[in-house]
């Protein structure tokens, strides 16, 4: 059996739905604002699926379920993991990512330690995190390898990059046999609704203001969730203890280019009735300490693990839109008052800037 922690989430549901099939799972999740049990509901009577709510921060509850089920291997997805809620509220996400991350290892690192011959030799803990620890590139800067330097620039990137000092040092110290991806920009199905895609796919089907921060010029590497899940099943079984791996789509696309793509599928799949998506488009004042460009080469996955993205982008996109379009009862029903009131705090109060500050370059 594998845990799977914070399995009710974005990446995490893709996860499960792809390896459920080739091994028995027990889901961990919390369920809180963004971490959804009903993702899970179709395989609620699946051979080797199970559920658990339960926290992270519980070192007992943790420690109570790896006696009980004795996993050769924990995925740990379990995160705050947006950066415009960092800002709002970066207490959580030191509990979660930090103190979670920390209570975790100790269960981990216990249970570990009292295993025997190859179940001890084989087991793994294999830790996901985020290409953001790595900080902020300049336009012709090299893209992220293992070994750049960590410069987390929010909340969110520096309790993440704490997650993975505790990962990297439980290794080093205790031999505990981690495993950490630090991937790009996921996309795809099962994203909650606050981030940039199905944001805007949400609200261009509603004829809403599409918001964009500063001057849309933020470049990312997209990566569809599917290619991401792939390849942590392939570090998770042939990757080296005490490594890291860099996963990233090949995909360096500006905000404002990430959001006429979404606004040019939607317009051939469900057309607007007056006009065009794109005229929806909003420039807002940016989010502090922004970072300009992420870039991630995954180089080392490809040469060692043999592992490489199977989307482009515009196959991506293509795909997220119309999953979106099949279940928008499944969006209307994340979309709940904590949801909507989150939205007006983060976006209600940003003044429109003005026209000059943020011509656009094509």
């Not at 079984?237 to 360096?252: A, H, L, R, V, W």
């Amino acid at each position: 059996m594998i845990f799977v922690t914070g399995g009710a989430g974005f990446i995490g549901t893709n996860f499960v739905f792809e390896a459920v099939a080739a091994e028995p799972l027990l889901v961990i999740d919390k369920l809180t604002y963004a971490g959804n049990a009903d993702n899970l509901s179709a395989l609620e009577k699946a051979d080797g699926f199970q559920f658990v709510r339960a926290d992270i921060c519980d070192r007992e509850a943790m420690a109570r379920l790896l006696a009980l089920h004795r996993p050769k291997a924990v995925v740990h997805f379990a995160a705050e993991s947006h950066v415009d809620r960092s800002i709002h509220g970066p207490a959580d996400f030191v509990q979660t990512n930090i103190v979670g991350t920390f209570e975790l290892l100790e269960a981990v690192r216990t249970h570990w330690s009292a295993l025997d011959g190859a179940a001890r030799s084989t087991f793994r803990f294999l830790h996901v995190s985020t290409d953001e620890v790595y900080g902020s590139l300049n336009a012709t800067d090299p893209a992220f390898t293992e070994v750049t330097p960590y410069a987390p620039n929010s909340p969110y990137a520096a309790s993440k990059a704490a997650s993975d000092h505790l990962v990297r040092a439980y290794h080093h110290t205790y031999g505990l046999p981690t495993l950490t991806t630090n991937c790009s920009n996921n996309y795809g199905p099962f994203q909650f609704p606050e981030k940039l895609i199905p944001l805007v796919i949400a609200n261009a089907l509603e004829d809403k203001a599409l918001p964009i921060y500063g001057d849309g010029l933020n470049v990312r590497d997209w990566l569809f969730v599917g290619d991401h899940c792939e390849a942590i099943q392939r570090v998770l079984k042939i990757g080296s203890p005490g490594e890291t791996y860099n996963i990233g789509g090949k995909n360096e696309i500006r905000n404002i280019d990430v959001v006429r793509s979404v606004c040019r599928v939607l317009g051939e799949l469900r057309p607007r009735p007056h006009g065009n998506y794109e005229d929806l488009i909003t420039y807002v004042a940016d989010r502090p300490g922004h970072d300009r460009r992420y870039a991630i080469d995954p180089g080392k996955i490809e040469r060692e693990l043999h592992w490489a993205p199977a989307e482009t982008f515009e196959s991506g996109i293509r795909r997220t839109v119309r999953w979106y379009l099949d279940h928008l009862d499944w969006v209307s029903s994340v979309r709940d008052g904590r949801y909507r009131t989150w939205v007006e705090k983060n976006y209600g109060g940003r003044a429109v800037p003005t026209s000059g500050r943020m011509r656009i370059s094509e």
